[in-house]
């Protein structure tokens, strides 16, 4: 064993070296700590490839491995008591504000990125983050960790956050915590971005919940799994953290076992035949501002080559930019933070002009020097700058809106 550890430690050191001299954009701050971040993901990602075809390990299982290594118990201070409980059977983790209050606090229901395979409200950077949320805004802040795939597939993440929300929207849990159900907000970043945008639709078109949320923040966030030829996805190639390449193999992998979606998905060949009138909700050449379109060409995506079955590929609750207008309308203000260096730069892009369409008012805040994911990055070990402003920003304009 001790000799296997030994070679794995080689093996790293060696595509360590090889992964550091991938080049990354001029303007990107805090240049030596991005570069090794995005080396050590590259060699992760290489490895766990390496271990499954050698049948060591599944590649999530060592990707699992490494993200459970940032997990921090709950840890009350001065000013807030944090603790894990269940809601309607999903864990989640309370951060309830210890001064009293005159009158009731403001809320907000966080869910968490990590691709639906990866992560929990017990990473450092999220725990950071929520703990953050609470004191600086005197709010009750739930962080939801629902199931994760392979093991669950869709809709059991949407299906979890529903769950939560619903059980928190009870009024005798809202005046438990002192929550004034008028100033509820749902945030999420990445996947967690997804399903509070899935969410948020949900809620807001559905009669029989009585209250409503009051704002959606989301924070980078992955809107669609139908067109992966988006100028953004074509650009990331050799994307910082995430490559189009990986976030295609883990798209494939939450819908199906099926070996051959990925490569399907690659060629932008994975769509049914009956899906066509789907692509107007996600057409990049006339939903994208200019300057992201560049000299990009807008290509169809052929359709019908494999006839896939999966329902999510076309589920809405998997691509919340597939709601018609009609299901926008009744969205509530929305702050969308957006990365230049981000696989799923465009699809924010969209969802912003979506909404302005048909008249819901969005915040909208583009990061030109911003990679996906930096808010897990912006704890020990690499106390990532880039994080720190992201979670300001988030804080500071939850703050006055919420
Ligand atoms: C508790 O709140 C006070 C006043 O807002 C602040 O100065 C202090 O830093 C907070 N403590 C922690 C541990 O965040
Ligand atoms: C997308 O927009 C272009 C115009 O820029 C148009 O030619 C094309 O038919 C549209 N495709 C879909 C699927 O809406
Ligand atoms: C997919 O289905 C359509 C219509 O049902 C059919 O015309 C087409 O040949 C099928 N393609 C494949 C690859 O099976
Ligand atoms: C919008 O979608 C909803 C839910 O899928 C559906 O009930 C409604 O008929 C659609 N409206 C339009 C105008 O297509």
Not at 62 to 77: A, Q, T, V, W
Not at 268 to 283: A, D, I, R, T, Y
Request: proline letters at 5%; a neutral charge.
């Amino acid at each position: 064993m001790t000799g296997f550890k030994a070679l794995c430690l080689g093996l790293f050191c060696v595509l360590f070296a090889i992964h550091i001299h991938v080049p990354i954009p001029s303007n990107i701050e805090e240049r030596w700590k991005v570069m090794a971040l995005d080396a050590i993901a590259r060699t992760c990602t290489f490895m766990g490839i390496c271990f499954e075809n050698i049948g060591i390990m599944k590649y999530e299982d060592l990707i699992s491995m490494i993200f459970r290594l940032d997990y921090i118990e709950p840890l009350s201070d001065e000013n807030i008591t944090v603790t894990d409980t269940v809601f309607a059977d999903v864990p989640v983790r309370l951060y309830l504000p210890k001064r009293k209050s005159e009158t009731p606090r403001r809320a907000v229901i966080y869910l968490h990125g990590g691709a639906y395979f990866f992560g929990s409200f017990k990473q450092a950077g999220f725990d950071s983050l929520n703990r953050r949320t609470a004191n600086k805004l005197d709010a009750v802040v739930v962080a939801v960790d629902y199931r994760l795939a392979p093991q669950h597939r869709s809709p059991a993440q949407f299906e979890d956050s529903m769950a939560v929300v619903k059980f928190f929207f009870q009024d005798e849990i809202l005046t438990k915590y002192g929550v004034d159900p008028t100033r509820v907000c749902i945030s999420g970043d990445s996947a967690g971005g997804r399903l509070a945008t899935a969410v948020t639709q949900q809620v807001q078109n559905d009669l029989e919940i009585k209250h409503k949320i009051k704002v959606q923040a989301l924070l980078y966030p992955h809107l669609q799994v139908i067109d992966s030829y988006l100028p953004s996805l074509r650009e990331s190639e050799n994307g910082i953290v995430v490559t189009r390449d990986l976030a295609i193999k883990l798209l494939g992998l939450y819908v199906s076992e099926d070996k051959t979606l990925p490569e399907a998905m690659r060629r932008n060949q994975h769509m049914p035949l009956e899906s066509g009138h789907l692509f107007k909700f996600v057409n990049w050449s006339i939903l994208l501002p200019k300057k992201y379109r560049k000299d990009h060409v807008y290509t169809e995506p052929v359709f019908g080559r494999t006839n896939y079955s999966f329902p999510a590929l076309t589920d809405v609750r998997v691509s919340p930019l597939l709601a018609n207008d009609s299901q926008l309308q009744n969205l509530p203000l929305t702050y969308i933070l957006t990365c230049q260096y981000d696989i799923s730069r465009d699809e924010g892009l969209m969802y912003v002009s979506r909404l302005q369409n048909v008249g819901v008012q969005v915040a909208h805040e583009h990061i030109e020097d911003g990679f996906h994911g930096a808010l897990s990055y912006m704890t020990r070990p690499l106390y990532l700058h880039l994080g720190l402003r992201i979670r300001d920003m988030y804080i500071s304009w939850l703050d006055s809106n919420l």
